[in-house]
């Protein structure tokens, strides 16, 4: 299973800035996601996924949970 991590607020407005998006931007993932289910997490928290990749070493993706 890749790994799941909840960005902090601090961490949130930087990934915005980098990317130059909103939270409405982003791509979803549902509070009731089963790994969403194992964590802490509330509809507005931004999530970073992180897998591995042949191709790039690892790839990072960014959701923000909703309801």
Known sequence: ??????LSDKEKKEVM????????????ISISDPVMETMDASPGDIVRITRNSKTAGKAVYYRVVVK
């Not at 299973?1 to 909840?6: F, Q």
């Not at 980098?18 to 982003?26: A, H, I, P, R, T």
């Open 1 to 6: 299973m890749p790994k799941h991590e909840i």
């Open 17 to 28: 800035a980098k990317f130059d998006v909103n939270e409405s931007q982003l791509p979803k």
